[in-house]
């Protein structure tokens, strides 16, 4: 099995730059699609980023495109999420996510991913 350890997470002020880390363990050689989610109190879980195994594809929610950025290192068994230019509404719990499916699968649904990490909480104050 796979194990995922999100880290990373902390208060900061609107307009700050932070970076999440999942760190993956087990058979990670089995995994192929890595992404994050997030959730906010009250809210549903929302796609926020992913990325394939190789990094040359890359996919963003709208509400994320050009302010965050995600990208991983094969050889350290870690994705990470670069946010910058933070505002209060990405509050959340953010969940990083892998996926152990060969092949064309959307990565931008929770449904595809195979193993969730317990979540790190990203609050940022106006």
């Known amino acids: 099995q796979v194990q995922l350890v999100e880290s990373g997470g902390g208060l900061v002020q609107a307009g700050d730059s932070l970076t999440l880390s999942c760190a993956a363990s087990?058979?990670?050689?089995?995994?192929?699609?890595m992404g994050w989610f997030r959730q906010a109190p009250g809210k549903e879980r929302e796609f926020v980023a992913a990325i394939t195994w190789s990094g040359g594809t890359t996919y963003y929610a709208n509400s994320v495109k050009g302010r965050f950025t995600i990208s991983r290192d094969n050889a350290k068994k870690t994705e990470y999420l670069k946010m910058s230019s933070l505002k209060p509404e990405a509050t959340a719990v953010y969940y990083c996510?892998?996926?152990?499916?060969?092949?064309?699968?959307?990565?931008?649904?929770?449904?595809?991913?195979?193993?969730w990490g317990q979540g790190t909480q990203v609050t940022v104050s106006s």
């Open positions: 996510a892998a996926d152990r499916t060969h092949g064309l699968v959307d990565l931008t649904t929770s449904g595809t991913y195979d193993y």
């Open positions: 087990g058979r990670a050689f089995n995994v192929v699609g």
